[in-house]
């Protein structure tokens, strides 16, 4: 059975830096799509940034140029990298995933693309 498993949440202040993590079990991150979304209270969840099956990554414009996306296989894992956060970036973080051995070439941004999702990590940043 598929289970996605992040971490790396936490409390940080406005300008610092976390590093998300997306743990998969019994799904291989290899050449897989993926990203990571976000949904602040009283707000519709967001896409942030996905990777594609040539390890390309996308991003959000909110966050480009401060997130950046990986994964290393041999963990079977997936990043995302966070700097420069600020108290807009707080948010419940959740890792995606598309069906195993989806080829995907591109951005995917919409939550209809993905099929397995984790249980989500809190991120709050403070002024």
């Known amino acids: 059975q598929v289970h996605l498993m992040e971490s790396g949440g936490g409390s940080v202040q406005a300008g610092g830096s976390l590093k998300l993590a997306c743990k998969a079990f019994?799904?291989?991150?290899?050449?897989?799509?993926m990203a990571w979304f976000r949904q602040a209270p009283g707000k519709e969840r967001e896409w942030v940034a996905s990777?594609?099956?040539?390890?390309?990554?996308y991003y959000a414009d909110s966050v480009k140029g401060r997130f950046t996306i990986s994964r290393r296989i041999d963990h079977n894992t997936l990043y995302l990298q966070m700097t420069e956060l600020n108290p807009e970036d707080t948010a419940f973080y959740t890792c995606?995933?598309?069906?195993?051995?989806?080829?995907?070439?591109?951005?995917?941004?919409?939550?209809?693309?993905?099929?397995?999702w984790g249980q989500g990590t809190q991120v709050t940043v403070s002024s």
């Open positions: 019994s799904y291989g991150t290899n050449r897989a799509c």
């Open positions: 990777i594609d099956s040539e390890n390309a990554g």
């Open positions: 995606a995933a598309e069906v195993a051995g989806t080829f995907c070439h591109g951005v995917h941004r919409s939550a209809a693309d993905f099929f397995y």
